[in-house]
């Protein structure tokens, strides 16, 4: 650690650490910066009034350890920390900065909005940067970056302006990344501008989202603009896709109920899907996601209806139907579609993932019109 | 990343990189290595025409990107890639070792466990390690510290035999970690042994765990073990409880079905709950916990059913039901019992996860003995 810091003060005019300001014996960033940066560190009873005020309102006692929390460095400028118990410390070092920021996201984030990025605005106030993300489920990294070379490669480049891509697969899901630095912000909009709409025209849609949105926002958003109810009939994602339903906030307005239905016996009894359909058609097969669809949408009365049936492994799989096969079904009152995809590589965690988010997908173009 | 890396071989004897070696534009460890080691790229045709077979194996195209993983550095043995397309790469530099790994964990373990882990072993035959990680939901990570300080604090070294302990907290839970690194491995698993009866003697019953355990692996296998049927009745957890229980291989032996009832129409159609009971008491109360686990225990026919109802936000709290209100249901043939938790801090996201392992730490205690 005290290399790490020490590096990273010769590289930079500012420095950021996060994590190791808990509690505990072995959170020692604190006494890390204090060495390297040769500033002791100096108990604030101001900063443990905070924290014992904090256990206080929890109704929990405070243990000892966190007494290790109320030292700063010295000469630091504490930073409030408005869901934790760290307070974050401003460091200042000649001419340069170092922040100790704490590790949780829920922590970390208020501190960047409210104070670090505040900080770098300041120190470099005409310069501006923007960045586009766009999402796309369901296509292999090298195709995408086949396709959107031509723009990749065109010279976007002016004057004060640069322009950096990136290009990212996280399980199934490819991000394309757009940065435009400039030293104004007009200028930076109507380049990245530019830069989307070649990128749309090339993807269209294939780009299911940006920057914050995922999927299921955009279905959400979707169904929620167009007042239509969706319900759910789930076996090999078993939850999975109604959970990402209900992440987003607001979505008791166009979610309402949903089924997992793992064994043949319950998807009989919830769904009504016939005995003999299961018996000769397996409960692995486009047959049976239909009726789970069609039966899901008549007894929920909502407006659309996704079934999933597969085989996530690691077993449970045949030569005829090998693991990753899953079998799908959408239904509303237009009618009911089926279709199987075969997730051939992945392990059961992926093949469920990737199961959930190609109902999603193809919600999302089913309803998107 | 030159600087990293050059940094990193001049510490150490062996250096292992992971990530960058993707198939687009922005993957460059291959070109960042061939510079810092002075190593040209080479290509091989052997590496392209397995790539190839892969592509050709699942039936689509290879992008033409795809050939820049065909590079290996001058002097480099590739390792095998079992899962994906990109091969990693041994690299001799003088008496150190360059690794280069895949970013995906899918692709980075296999190549861990066959090549770089045996690597490591033989480089240092007289150095045994080994790790005990113990997990612990629902009491905060300082408490934990306070209590286990003793067995921390006593001194467990002799000569050849060092113990390094750790704590981690993410989320709700708290990991604790000790290492025992010494000359034979009889001494490990000795000190290991001492160390683990002293941890279970201070934190018993609230350690649910170890190692690659989750909270829902180990309450599967108690479900197994037992030949017990669980069932689900969720609502605000939204299908993240039943989500986390068909993450497990295997858990159809134990689960057949589970209810998202999210809208009050959907509690009392599919969980029988009584309109009065809604109407008096309110979706988030003991009283509709009680009647969606009683309901979902008696329509399926399971040994178990768990309910959870509450408020996961941001909106629909009040000042008697604020948001990070839940109110759990368990039910068995011997009965039914309630209980309310506040979860007054982290956002919607982790109001529901807690809610769902808060369910889950709750059965496992149930039916442990």
Known sequence: MEHALKDALERSAVVLCSGGLGPTFDDLTRECASKVLKKPLIFSQKILDRIQAKFKAVGRPMAAENARQAYV?????????????????????????????????????PMMDSTVLP??????????????????????????????????????????????FGILAHRSIIDVKVTVQSKSSAADRKVLADIRKALYGILGDKIYGEDEETLESVVGSLLKKKGLILSLAESCTGGLLASKITRIAGSSDYFHRGLITYSDA???????????????????????????????????GSNWALSVTGIAGPSGGSKEKPVGTVCFGVASRAGVKTFTKHFNY????????????????????????
Chains 1, 2 share one sequence.
């Not at 930073?79 to 000649?94: D, F, H, L, M």
């Not at 093949?351 to 997908?361: K, M, S, W």
């Open 73 to 109: 460095l010295k000469g630091a400028s504490p930073i409030i920390n408005s869901v934790g118990t760290a307070p974050g410390q401003i460091i200042p070092v000649k001419a340069k900065t170092v922040f100790l920021l704490p590790g949780p996201p829920s922590e970390l984030a």
């Open 119 to 164: 900080f770098l605005r300041k120190k470099s106030p005409n310069v501006f940067s923007k960045t586009l993300v766009l999402h796309i489920f369901g296509y292999p990294e090298s195709e995408i970056d086949e396709v959107i070379e031509p723009v990749i490669s065109r010279n976007w480049n002016s004057p004060g302006v640069a322009v950096i």
């Open 266 to 300: 319950s998807k009989i009894d919830l769904l009504g899907v016939k005995h003999q359909t299961l018996k000769k058609f397996g409960a692995v097969s486009e047959e049976t996601a239909r009726e789970m669809a069609l039966g899901c949408l008549k007894r929920s």
């Open 346 to 369: 992945g392990g059961r965690a992926q093949i469920q993932e990737r199961a959930a988010l190609t109902a999603l997908d193809t919600l999302r173009k089913a309803i998107r019109l």
